[in-house]
């Protein structure tokens, strides 16, 4: 099956820094990316849709300034926390499908941060 | 409005025996797809099984079926057999039209399997 990665699973950063998180396809060409936000013991809520090449549609009341997002290619997409702060701190977690898999997408092991 | 409806926070199952979580969603779209994901306590998502809205069977993927009721707009997914392994968060899924690739989530059923 597809195979989508996440790096890094987990990371603790100070307040005010900014965080990437990397998203990659390694089996396939995601032509749609998408990044959830996933607070403990509630559902996934989408934040952001990507297609390659072009600028990220954001969810209503999802910063785009704050919550960076870049496809730059077929397999990558990235996910910058701009100055971090402590209500950043979440389960964030991308997915991926590509054209024709209307059915599926395919979801990264999620990434955990935390924000001191 | 809340877009997908999952009535049950929390369930119960004996070991071997089958269980049914509900979803009700919607939509006024003619053409959505439906998914249940499992989301044991590591975090990571697990696709269970889809339902597109124009399929007339209803989906199986070996143990879990998707009781699909278009008119009642419900898809609730039914684990037969239910094991040890099977405790896990639950949510049902809804992608809107064919060209919308947005699929978004209910708020989940965490279930829990007694041995």
């Known amino acids: 099956g597809a195979v989508v990665s996440q790096h890094p699973s987990r990371v603790i950063c100070k307040s005010g820094t900014s965080v990437k998180i990397e998203c990659r396809s390694l089996?396939?060409?995601?032509?749609?990316m998408f990044w959830y936000r996933q607070f403990p013991k509630q559902s996934l809520m989408l934040m952001a849709t990507?297609?390659?090449?072009?600028?990220?549609?954001?969810e209503q009341g999802v910063e785009k300034d704050k919550f960076l997002i870049n496809h730059a290619s077929l397999t990558l997409s990235t996910l910058t926390v701009t100055s971090a702060h402590p209500e950043d701190s979440s389960f964030y977690i991308c997915?991926?499908?590509?054209?024709?898999?209307?059915?599926?997408?395919?979801f990264g092991p999620g990434t955990r941060l935390t924000v001191l | 409005a809340q877009k997908i409806t999952q009535t049950q926070p929390g369930m119960f199952v004996q070991e071997k025996e089958a269980v049914t979580l509900d979803c009700t969603y919607d939509?006024?779209?003619?053409?959505?797809?439906l998914f249940w994901y499992k989301q044991p306590s590591s975090g990571e998502m697990i696709f269970l099984i889809y339902q597109g809205s124009y399929d007339e069977q209803n989906a199986t993927e070996g143990r879990y079926s998707l009781n699909f009721q278009k008119a009642r707009k419900s898809a609730n997914l039914v684990i037969s057999a239910s094991q040890l392994g099977d405790s896990a968060m639950y949510f049902c899924?809804?992608?809107?039209?064919?060209?919308?690739?947005?699929?978004?989530f209910g708020p989940g059923t965490s279930l829990s399997v007694i041995p």
């Open positions: 997915s991926a499908r590509f054209g024709g898999s209307y059915n599926e997408q395919f």
């Open positions: 939509t006024s779209d003619q053409s959505y797809g």
């Open positions: 089996d396939f060409q995601a032509t749609t």
């Open positions: 899924a809804m992608r809107e039209g064919l060209v919308n690739d947005k699929v978004i």
């Open positions: 990507s297609n390659e090449g072009s600028k990220a549609t954001y």
